[in-house]
């Protein structure tokens, strides 16, 4: 049985001690503005294809670049899906 009363370390947070379940969509930043939302899973990219087909370069591919609010809608939505997030930060990963 876990304690959930446990103290946590020093310098952790609560989110270190969680094992997120795999995550169907990653979002990181490439460069300046820009924003790539990439599918980790099937379920995943076929709701990219199905709902942003016109967004994507080519039509086998699963990631989208955008800018932050193209991100933050992106991911708005996905979430409303029922899809789990994955933010790769700068100093950290975080699950949505």
Not at 4 to 26: E, F, G, K
């Amino acid at each position: 049985m876990v304690n959930r009363m446990a103290p946590i370390p020093a310098h952790s947070t609560v989110a270190d001690h969680i094992s997120p379940a795999p995550a169907d969509l990653r979002v990181q930043r490439s460069m300046d503005h820009i924003w790539e939302i990439s599918a980790l899973t099937p379920r995943a990219a076929q709701w990219i294809k199905a709902n942003f087909a016109d967004h994507l370069p080519e039509k086998d591919v699963e990631t989208i670049k955008t800018d932050l609010l193209g991100a933050n809608a992106l991911t708005g939505k996905a979430r409303l899906a029922g899809f789990l997030t994955e933010y790769v930060g700068p100093n950290a990963t975080s699950y949505f």
